[in-house]
């Protein structure tokens, strides 16, 4: 059997592996099976059991290891009481739109009618158990302990383990799902068979349904240049490469419709060609202003700096290469990133000179070309206009104009590549036939339907786990029986 990533099968493997009949080593009753102990799993199997449902969370990891990251929300009681309720028709139509018309707008509106009581749902339980509930950066991104993300993984996971296990949630670590199994009569999904670390076989029975958690398909080569192909070779920000995408092959073998290519590439940039790559770069950049110059690997200057950030990314990994370079001078290298640039000089990461022709030779750019984009670009900084790419007059920034002049490697980095089986507004995974498979449900990255091909950070930043974590809830509450 080939093994693709840490554990995951690749689809020729799952392919056989669907035809075996086994004899499973144990078998366990449960009304609801979730797979998968991301933000989405953890909340549908708390959800599930909170609803009265005999409940088990099985991962495929040892331990419970997901990213951290903020919940992006909308009208939460807090955001209400502080006037700052967002409309749900017009962020609907902004999701949509960031789609390119690909996001099916009544899972849009089911997430913005839910996202708040979600959240609200989750402070309530962290503050039943100690846990502060943060905002990240703004208002509508929440974590759920100290803000720092080894923290908030700690603190979240352990709140909401302590608070299924009042209403009997069972959990199983290091137990890989390897096929879903459906009843031969009614075509309802009924089950599903896993393998435990020690070779073992589980058979886990769901009398109500099973639900898909199982992340993305990021350290799965051939799952992401089949559908986010834009994105192939881009190195993954996630170490532990437990993300290969065993929901959605689990789900096509069972007859879910699988979104039609390209999924959503959430990619972020890292500050060099460092490994493992860090979120920083040694100028660093605010999400609402960048007055720096970005070149393509010919040292040509290529779009807007300063569009969001989803934009950028599309742009950039259409780039010669697919990677970027950050150019500046002696002016930006002052007290707060004087020691960052300085040890990152010491690495190679950046590169200097004295003369823009030498800096050129450096990372591999034509000289000529390199020096003339950077002229060009100081003249487009004395004139405030941009007529070449109409970057807003206000983020131009600075010339580079006084040696030493630096660059630094900006490769693109992918955090999940989200798409996969569509779903309802209730989380059922539909077939074919645009109708649900019975007893079979999805939540979070594994899913399709709520995305184009790029991540909508200009709409609300952090929106990825929020509906991860509204839809798991969603999910979860409805395979339980409660239909919100």
């Not at 707008?105 to 339980?125: F, V």
């Not at 999910?475 to 239909?483: C, D, E, F, L, S």
Request: net charge negative.
């Amino acid at each position: 059997m080939n093994v693709n990533g840490r554990g995951g099968l690749t689809s020729e493997d799952w392919t056989t592996t669907a035809g075996r009949a086994t004899a499973p080593d144990e078998v366990l009753d449960a009304d609801v099976v979730v797979l998968g102990a991301g933000a989405a799993g953890m909340l549908a199997a708390v959800s599930a059991a909170e609803a009265g449902a005999s409940t088990v969370l099985v991962e495929k990891y040892e331990k419970f290891a997901a990213p951290g990251g903020g919940v992006g929300s909308i009208n939460t009681s807090d955001l209400i009481e502080e006037g700052q309720r967002t409309d749900i028709d017009a962020i609907t139509r902004d999701l949509v739109l960031a789609s390119e018309g690909r996001a099916d707008p009544r899972l849009c509106r089911k997430w913005a009618e839910n996202s708040g009581k979600t959240t609200d749902w989750l402070s309530a339980i962290a503050k039943d158990a100690g846990v502060p509930t943060v905002k990240l950066g703004g208002n509508n991104c929440y974590t759920f302990g100290k803000p720092n993300f080894s923290a908030v993984i700690s603190e979240f996971y352990d709140m909401l383990l302590a608070y299924g296990a009042r209403f009997g949630l069972q959990t199983r670590l290091g137990t890989q799902a390897i096929r879903l199994l459906k009843d031969a009569d009614t075509g309802r999904v009924v089950g599903v068979e896993a393998r435990q670390q020690d070779g073992t076989l589980v058979r886990f029975n769901a009398s109500r349904g099973v639900v898909l958690c199982t992340g993305d398909y990021g350290s799965n080569p051939e799952l992401v240049q089949k559908y986010a192909p834009w994105a192939s070779g881009c190195v993954s920000l996630y170490s532990i490469g437990t993300n290969t995408g065993d929901g959605l092959m689990m789900a096509s073998e069972a007859g879910a419709l699988i979104e039609d290519a390209p999924h959503c590439a959430m990619i972020h940039f890292n500050s060099t060609n460092a490994r493992p790559a860090s979120m920083n770069r040694p100028v660093k950049t605010h999400p609402e202003f960048n007055p720096y110059l970005y070149v393509n690997k010919a040292g040509e200057r290529f779009s807007d700096e300063s569009i969001p950030y989803e934009y950028w990314a599309a742009a950039v990994l259409r780039q010669p290469g697919k990677t970027m370079w950050q150019v500046f001078d002696s002016k930006s290298v002052d007290e707060r990133s004087s020691a960052a640039v300085q040890k990152a000089l010491t690495t190679g990461e950046v590169l200097t000179a004295s003369t823009l022709e030498e800096l050129a030779a450096g990372f591999g750019a034509d000289p000529v070309k390199f020096s003339r984009t950077v002229n060009r670009y100081n003249q487009i900084v004395e004139m405030g206009n941009d007529p070449d790419f109409g970057k807003d007059p206000k983020q131009l920034g600075f010339a580079i104009d006084v040696p030493p002049y630096y660059v630094c490697e900006s490769p693109p980095n992918l955090l999940v590549c989200m798409g996969g089986p569509k779903i309802d507004e209730h989380g059922r995974v539909l077939d074919t036939s645009f109708e649900p498979i019975p007893g079979l449900y999805a939540a979070g990255n594994v899913t399709g339907g709520f995305w184009g091909d790029c991540y909508p950070m200009s709409v609300l930043s952090g929106i990825a786990r929020g509906v991860a974590a509204t839809f798991g809830r969603i999910a979860g509450r409805h395979a339980a029986g409660v239909v919100e």
